[in-house]
């Protein structure tokens, strides 16, 4: 379809200004890429309108909002946002009948997404108008996610609407990204970070360097699924949950996602990212731009009743929301020391976004009972949005849990896109379901801890007879050897997995002979390197050094009897980094190890 005819808006004299870009949009860019995602719709335009008021409306927008004339450039390798105050936005105007314009409209708001920005060139937005004769019906929009987050969509559809009738904007907007990026930068925004930035270090020390440590799958054609769980049992299970206590839908639904994942992974504690929106203070909650990052989640569910499970999921949560707001670059220099210190990659590969609002109370409706509840169950339907080959973001993420009632109608929608290799579809789908009936039978009675799995019907991973628990773990040893054996190359080696010291699980330690003493914690550092993506394996907890490997190399059992020159761990802190820079540790040998030749 092309468009009928075209119109120009223009903007001079507004501000313009560069400055380093904000942390929203460094973490967005480290999710999708550069321009990779378009987000937007169509919506209606206000009756009576003409094409004037329409121009003028976008016109004051565009003037009224920095980051709608934002460009994005490289600046002695930092990214650096650049506000135009010149410019001009191109906007095509297509003809449609009354009973199709609807869809010429939705039609158009995809064409729209077809391309990616070219970010060094075009302001991250693209309009377009749907006409009925000589009346605006409908306008197309389509926004740059790296520069405009899904608030703002909102923020900018409702001034350009109010425009459009004729309202007074008033004084333009006093927090922008220009100030946003000042602030991230100063004294005060540097000590909020740091303070998120010791949150996220304390958590992730105690907390399960991945939920995913079992045997892959083998993945499905289409290796990345969404599927998407529409119950009005769900729904209603909700309402009467909330009608007597003072939980959030979203709390609720969190702790079951909580609950069910841990059933089938096996871990007793859950470590997730959540999309949080740091829109908390006044000022930010109007900015349009991008303020999206990740917060992080990790609570232990061990013996919690489901009632308990949602009191420290609000609490959880709310810690990380609090603590999202934060230097991505700082988050990405503590998940490197993190991991060396976990021996494995920490990949924090669960993600919760939650885009509701609280499904509202239905006064009128009787509260029907368990079984009633489980009959509303059968009109559940499950629709099988769209699969990919290949990951759709840049981050390590396997499991997206989404829930969100954000359309007309409004309906509540629970969706989980996943990495069929870790979650297939016939799980996806339990687990799904599991969600469903937890939230049936917490809306009828306390559900105990013993009786949680039961109730979901969840089924666990299954791990083989190579796979050991290692602290909060799980590790294949035999691709661990493999993996250290790769590593030391023609150097004899070996892992094996012996008792930990007083927690009745075990941990890796890795053999390695030779002529002299190696580094340890280079050989750490590499190990941990190697491991990026993968959540079978972790590097050992400690490295010991041997003169020559036994007459047997290829049988664990015969290194543990061999006399040890030395021993590490190969963890460094920044600390003694920055002191010793590469230097080999001088390490004793230990006490009675030492052969009487030497």
């Known amino acids: 379809m092309k468009p009928a005819s075209s119109l120009t808006v223009r903007v001079t004299d507004a501000r313009g200004a560069t400055t380093a870009a904000t942390w929203g949009q460094v973490s967005v860019r480290e999710w999708h890429g550069t321009a990779s995602v378009i987000h937007g719709w169509a919506f209606p335009l206000p009756d009576g309108c003409v094409l004037d008021d329409v121009t003028r409306a976008i016109a004051c927008i565009l003037r009224r909002h920095d980051a709608m004339r934002t460009l994005f450039r490289d600046e002695n390798g930092t990214l650096a946002q650049v506000v135009t105050g010149d410019g001009q936005l191109v906007i095509d105007i297509f003809q ?12 158009i708001s995809r064409r729209l997404s077809a391309t990616p920005f070219d970010e ?8 377009a108008i749907v006409s009925v004769g000589e009346s605006p019906r409908y306008l197309a929009l389509r926004c740059n996610r790296s520069v405009i987050d899904g608030r703002s969509l909102n923020l900018i559809s409702q001034d350009l609407l109010q425009a459009c009738e004729g309202q007074e904007a008033g004084a333009l907007p006093v927090w922008q990204p220009v100030e946003e990026a000042t602030y991230e930068r100063s004294a005060a925004g540097k000590a909020v970070s740091d303070r998120a930035v010791g949150h996220w270090r304390a958590e992730l020390a105690g907390a399960p360097p991945t939920m995913f440590d079992f045997p892959v799958f083998p993945p499905e054609q289409l290796r990345f699924t969404r599927l998407r769980m529409d119950s009005p049992a769900v729904e209603r299970a909700l309402q009467i949950i909330r009608s007597r206590s003072r939980f959030s839908s979203s709390a609720l639904l969190l702790a079951a996602v909580n609950v069910v994942l841990s059933q089938y992974t096996g871990h007793p504690e859950v470590t997730m990212s959540m999309v949080v929106g740091n829109r908390l203070a006044s000022d930010r909650r109007e900015m349009v731009g991008t303020l999206s ?14 009632s308990q499970v949602v009191r420290r999921t609000f609490g959880a949560s709310g810690k990380g929301h609090q603590f999202g707001f934060c230097d991505p670059d700082a988050i990405a220099v503590l998940r490197d020391e993190m991991s060396l210190a976990h021996g494995g990659h920490v990949d924090l590969g669960f993600f919760v976004n939650d885009v509701q609002s609280d499904v509202q109370v239905t006064e009128d409706l009787p509260a029907p009972t368990e079984d009633g509840l489980r009959e509303l169950a059968s009109k559940t339907e499950f629709i099988d949005e769209h699969g990919m080959p290949t990951k759709p973001v840049m981050v390590d993420m396997r499991v997206l849990f989404e829930a969100h009632n954000l359309s007309l109608p409004v309906k509540l929608k629970l969706t989980m896109f996943c990495d069929t290799a870790y979650v297939p579809l016939a799980a996806m789908r339990e687990m799904l379901l599991g969600i469903e009936r937890l939230l049936i039978a917490a809306s009828a009675r306390e559900l105990a801890a013993d009786e949680l799995a039961a109730i979901t019907g969840v089924t666990p991973v299954t791990r083989g007879v190579t796979w050991v628990r290692c602290g909060k773990g799980w590790v294949d040893v035999a691709a661990a050897r493999e993996e250290w054996q790769r590593l030391t190359k ?11 010291p007083g927690d009745g699980d075990h941990r890796l330690v890795g053999y390695i002979a030779g002529p002299e003493v190696p580094d340890f914690a280079n050989l750490h ?12 394996v972790r590097a050992p907890s400690l490295y010991r050094y041997v003169v020559a490997a036994p007459s047997e190399p290829a049988d664990p059992a015969a290194w543990v009897s ?13 600390a003694w980094e920055e002191q010793a820079g590469d230097a080999v540790p001088h390490i004793e040998p230990r006490s009675g190890n030492l052969p009487e030749s030497q």
């Open 490 to 500: 023609e150097t004899p080696a070996m892992i094996i997995a012996e008792d930990a």
């Open 562 to 574: 061999l006399p040890v020159l030395a021993e590490a761990d190969g963890r460094r802190s920044p």
């Open 293 to 306: 990052s990740a917060g992080l989640f990790h609570l232990d569910l061990t013996g919690l009743t489901f």
């Open 525 to 536: 550092r590499r190990f941990v390197d190697s491991l990026v993506n993968r959540s079978d």
């Open 96 to 107: 449609a009948s009354e009973e199709e314009a609807r869809e010429v409209a939705d039609a």
């Open 120 to 127: 060094a060139t075009e302001w991250p937005v693209r309009m």
